[in-house]
């Protein structure tokens, strides 16, 4: 497809031809089936007055991200998963290539080992926003050059049964899935940050709904989601970005809620459920925040404000509303006690998304009086509101999000494999065919959590229930500081014993491809370069006669 001429649209006429052309192009894209469960709330026109006059090239990350819905779609139907950990390197990639599907980059190694600052830290998004594209771009660059590598190498074969002694080729172009965090900001900043990953090679991202601001591990305390409707917008703004790119992004929509205290807004009724406030009149004047500002304005101490803020929560009693109902409810005199329960339960629910006006009106009229209920006064210093999430509060969002992402994803605090079953089955009874996604996090003592028989079985019996995406988020990293902890204490008492051993033996018999490195590198491709561009031959040539790598001929 040609650029545009731009002088044309200074004819009307041209240009609505132009638009009404385009946005038909994205209309025939979007009848494909691949976007039969995709809800967006824009139109094609919307998408084609925004998509420039230059000419629609298909982005290398496209290809993969339609790979990577096949890989899923397939594990899907078949009850099976796609299974993979989070990559660090060229080393893991090519390593991975052979015998997984997909490969993951996680924001927290990034964080930790390659922020584009250069200053190592925990996993809170403080990193500059271009960290975990670059990242990404690093390891699909590896995987570009290793496929070209490959295909160079194996092209030298003159029948067969050369080709046959070169063994099974490696497909090492495997779908890359990132971690996109909470966006870094607003929506424009989701924006640009979708940009990045489709330029730089993902197939796929990834993106929860806690604050930007407040952002956390999803195993740390203290994490605070943002409204529904906010992340929803996200997940739009993602899907938006991708269709002017012309991108086939398969995006993972993840919610923190499950394990969630915290919450930045309470203007969207479908939090109300969850949001806890005072039941105890006697706080009425005496907000929390307020309370534990004047303290540290007095001069108190570390732990006579955690005091402080320990009996500020008792003296308030907190609960959510409709808690707050069911106790005033037991302690009254009305003989209907049951009857009215029901008739509250009936219109308010974790999935009805009744607003708190909606409750306290109802509550009034079973009751026949108000009940003191205020979550403003909970509001802690940071101005968030106290919330308490759980697996019926993540089914809620993940519905809510299911419309406008491809797989939904519970970060939990445990790998507990009831609540993946009330979490799988929660999602299904309104999204039947979604797919789910589950982190095998080693913030898990999977020592303890359950016995080695089951360890062996969960991934499976999990995608039994539609989680046809499985990450072990870190296992790059652990892997990595393993192997290197026990060579550098071998080392050190045995010498090259250790290393002739335990290293250059075990990647001989494995038939690990890094044993010749300057191979693996790719010196011989560069080498056919050299030659290529001069004529067939050239003296320089890293690989030529003196090489010590030809002392691993009878290796690989």
Same mark, same amino acid.
């Given at each position: ?8 649209f ?11 052309g385009?946005a ?26 925004r ?11 496209s @290809? ?12 899907h139907k ?11 390197d060229?080393?893991?990639? =090519? ?47 590896a ?26 080729? @490696?497909?090492?172009m %495997? ?27 993902a197939?796929g ?9 407040n ?8 994490r605070?989601?943002?409204? @529904? ?7 739009? %703004?993602?899907r ?7 991108s ?11 394990a ?28 929390f ?11 108190c ?62 509550a009034?009229?079973l ?9 403003d006064?909970?509001?802690?210093r940071?101005?968030?509101y ?16 299911a419309?406008?992402a ?13 609540q993946a ?16 996604a589950?982190n ?6 999977w020592?303890?959590?359950?016995? @080695? ?6 991934i ?12 072990? %988020?870190?296992?790059?990293?652990? =892997?990595t ?37 300057q191979q693996?590198?790719g010196?011989?491709y560069?080498d056919?370069?050299?030659?290529l ?6 003296? %320089? ?16």
């Amino acid at each position: 497809m040609a650029n545009i001429d731009v002088s044309k649209f200074s004819d009307f006429n041209l240009l609505q031809k132009e638009i009404n052309g385009q946005a038909a192009e994205v209309e025939k894209w979007w009848s494909h089936p691949r976007w039969a469960q995709t809800k967006r709330t824009y139109t094609a026109r919307d998408i084609a007055v925004r998509s420039g006059t230059f000419a629609k090239t298909e982005f290398p990350s496209s @290809v993969q991200a339609r790979k990577l819905y096949a890989v899923l779609q397939k594990h899907h139907k078949q009850g099976t998963t796609a299974r993979t950990f989070g990559a660090l390197d060229p080393v893991h990639v =090519t390593q991975m290539a052979k015998y997984l599907d997909t490969i993951y980059v996680s924001g927290w190694q990034c964080s930790s080992t390659s922020s584009t600052s250069n200053e190592p830290g925990p996993d809170l998004a403080d990193y500059p926003m271009d960290t975990v594209p670059n990242k990404t771009e690093h390891l699909f660059k590896a995987q570009q050059f290793h496929d070209r590598k490959q295909l160079e190498a194996r092209s030298h074969a003159t029948n067969q049964k050369e080709l046959d002694a070169l063994g099974e080729p @490696v497909d090492y172009m %495997t779908p890359i899935v990132a971690d996109a965090d909470a966006g870094h900001g607003g929506l424009t900043a989701v924006f640009k940050l979708t940009k990045m990953f489709i330029e730089r090679g993902a197939a796929g991202i990834h993106m929860e709904d806690q604050t930007s601001t407040n952002k956390k591990c999803g195993h740390m305390a203290g994490r605070c989601v943002v409204p @529904v409707q906010e992340h929803v917008n996200r997940l739009n %703004t993602i899907r938006m970005c991708a269709d002017i790119m012309r991108s086939d992004l398969v995006i993972v929509a993840r919610t923190d809620s499950e394990a969630a205290t915290l919450l930045s807004s309470s203007i969207d009724p479908r939090d109300h459920y969850y949001i806890v406030g005072a039941t105890n009149p006697a706080v009425a004047e005496e907000p929390f925040a307020e309370v534990m500002n004047a303290a540290v304005l007095q001069g108190c101490s570390g732990a006579e404000l955690q005091q402080l803020e320990q009996q500020w929560i008792e003296k308030a009693d907190l609960k959510l509303f409709h808690e707050a109902f069911r106790d005033e409810v037991q302690k009254s005199s009305l003989p209907n006690k049951k009857e009215i329960l029901s008739k509250f339960y009936a219109k308010v629910g974790p999935y009805t998304g009744t607003s708190i006006r909606e409750q306290r009106r109802l509550a009034r009229e079973l009751l026949g009086h108000d009940i003191f209920f205020d979550w403003d006064v909970a509001r802690v210093r940071e101005g968030l509101y106290r919330y308490k999430g759980g697996t019926k509060c993540a089914v809620m969002r993940a519905r809510a999000f299911a419309p406008f992402a491809d797989l939904v994803w519970m970060e939990s605090n445990y790998p507990d494999y009831e609540q993946a079953v009330e979490f799988a089955e929660g999602v299904r009874a309104e999204f039947p065919g979604k797919m789910l996604a589950y982190n095998l996090s080693p913030s898990f003592n999977w020592t303890t959590a359950m016995s @080695v028989q089951e360890q062996g079985t969960f991934i499976e019996r999990l995608g039994r229930l539609g989680y046809c995406w499985q990450f072990i %988020t870190l296992a790059g990293l652990h =892997t990595t500081a393993l192997a290197v902890s026990n060579f550098s204490k071998d080392y050190a008492k045995r010498g090259m014993e250790a290393y002739a051993q335990d290293i250059q033996k075990m990647e001989m018999e494995t038939g690990v491809d890094v044993l010749k490195h300057q191979q693996w590198s790719g010196a011989n491709y560069v080498d056919s370069l050299l030659k290529l561009a001069q004529g067939g031959l050239a003296s %320089t040539a890293a690989m030529g006669k003196g090489v010590t790598e030809d002392q691993f001929k009878s290796h690989l």
